[in-house]
């Protein structure tokens, strides 16, 4: 086997060659980030297979994701491709698996209330939750409180919290537990037929096999080993599905980093790992602490920045890489600055697939999704967000503008009256759909309703602005929606009623604006939202090869990438104002940052931003610790702060001078390529690039350089 290894130009450590060696009775490796522990995992199965002479179908890989189980699987077919393929799969397949064995014997039936198709006939878990919500506080829930209540329910089953203690285990609203009760009845009220969700497949699996003795034998006879990665994110439910599955012979070997525990939010269980022994009292314990991925200035800062969470297991993260490697941290005056910077960047990138953006949340990913696929830069995401544009301010957004191409539909009208500041009821909008009345609407309206003399006002002011919109620039046209038809100013109202972020409120809309801004009409505009919404869908499905990564930091866990952008590192973001409430809630946001900071190997790259929405931001703390770690002692007393204002590089060769412009010349633009000088206005170049025609701003384009003259 050594020999094997050589061939494979990988020379195990000692720690990793004794994991690697020892394949009987239960073993917990315990390391950081980086030392190998997915690469010792498999060549622990290769070592099985091929010296041991275990058959492949008697091992089981347990992955904390299905993009964890495929990344294993290409690992795993990289070291040892003449192989037999070992099951590599997540934890809720196999817990599946062991339900539906469980629920045929029973003979009752099941039908599955999440990750379905969209609109099938049987319920779904969150249209169920907004029900009984409604029922129970007797007001339509939040997006937020639905979603915390969804995840307050994986916590409670993941934690193996009897039922009769749900109501009073701390939830994010009060009444939580009462609604998660009723949830738990709803679905078991027809006698042998179960809805379930995911959750509910942990949990009766693991009854399953503390009930029934046969199927637990039939389970336990399949696999003579188990091997757990990321296990500090696998569930107390979890946990115990695996001890059921080796309790026979305790062939399980774990491998985990407690500085990486990003899940305890929906039930994870890293304190398990500490108590290892007491299920396992045989059990080995080893700790891997050398980082073999990242460069040295990467890994010493890190292994510092973690040492300030109270709650960990010591380790000592070191490495013997080389220290070049930078660790870069760069702040922007607003976001669109620092998405220029990152996707210019890019330009220079040959190996996308080495490199990756990464965000706390998905609703940063927008902007990139926009810019990325008007450059043409392939990219893939993991965990992409499909819902930004089924959002329903998205929606708005369109019915505000689809009523200025038919200012005579009253049912357009209706849609869009509900979300202007008019203080219009429901009850005369119906009113004013029933009665017979045409033209425009908004002098319709005064007609056929009583209405005050302020609405009267407001009307005749929106219609003023409807008569403009058709004119205009979907940009503009957003802008006018935002100011003059008050949207924002009923988002703003509507956030404090109904509990919404109002921040998250105008970020969509910004978003919305910065798409626009690269289009001439509403109609474009429209489409590209389509086109955009299926771009998504292309690249987290049918992603192209050489694609760069897109992800949040959770779903980066366990990948690596050369280069990597964490963006948008702002106070209120990471950490969050919830963050900021609860030490651990804080310990756990400083192991999220970890996690995105030990993804890189030779080049990182922290970014925040001043101002978003006209109001100041901060950088978020961990930046700033950073910051300070990267000091030298010396900047470090004098309390210096090195701030490093970055300035997106011009191109020397770029013109900047229109004298130098010319109509029909050839020209290379740097984002839209190749392309000739249709003619040079007073504000505006109009180029032609292909079959597209494209007017700019010469401002820009002379002051960023945007052009280059190239032979015709
Ligand atoms: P994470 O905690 O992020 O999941 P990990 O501990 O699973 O990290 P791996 O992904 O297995 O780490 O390994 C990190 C990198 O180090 C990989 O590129 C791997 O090939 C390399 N590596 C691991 N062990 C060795 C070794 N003994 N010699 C050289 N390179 C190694
Ligand atoms: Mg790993």
Redesign the pocket.
Known sequence: FNRKMKEL?????EI?KSAVLKTEGPLLLL????????????MRIGYLIEEKNVNPKRIKAITFSRAAANDMTE?FKRFFPHLELVDFSTIHSLAFSITRTYLNKTGTEFELIEGGGKGKQSPNKSMLLKALYKEVIREEGTEEELSSLSTFISFLKNRMIPFNKWEKVPGPFEKAGSIALKYEQYKTRTIGHLLLDFDDMLTIAEQALRVDERLTERYRSQFDYILT??SQDTSLVQHRIVEHLVAHHGNLCV?A?DD?SIYTWRGADPTYLLDFRKVYPDAELLM?E????SSKEIVDTAAKFIKRNKHRYKKEMHTENKENGPLFIKQFEDPKQLLEYVTYELLDEKNLNEVAILFRNNSSSTMYVNELHRRGIPFYMKDADDKFFSHWIVEDILNFMRLSFNVERKDIFAKVAMKMNLFISRKMLSEFERKASSGNVFDALRQSVQLKGSQIEKLAAYKGVYDKIPSMRPAQVIRMIRYELEYEEALRSRAQKFGYRIDNLLGILDTLEGIASQLRTMVEFANRLKELEAAVQQAKFNPPNNALTLSTFHSA????FRRVFMIDLVKGIIPSEEDETDPLLMEEARRLFY?GM??A?DRLELLSFQKQNGKTKEDSRFVNEVRGLLMKPEERKMGKLKKVQPSIPLDPDGIHDSNELYKDMHVIHRVFGRGIVVEIGEAEIRLQFGENEKRLSLETVLSRRLLKKVES
């Open positions: 130009h990988i020379k195990l450590n990793q390391a950081c980030p980086g030392s190998g522990k997915t690469t010792t995992m498999i690992r990665d990321e491998v980093d990486q891997m050398q980082n073999y991925r866990k366990g990948l690596e996690v030990t993804r190997k």
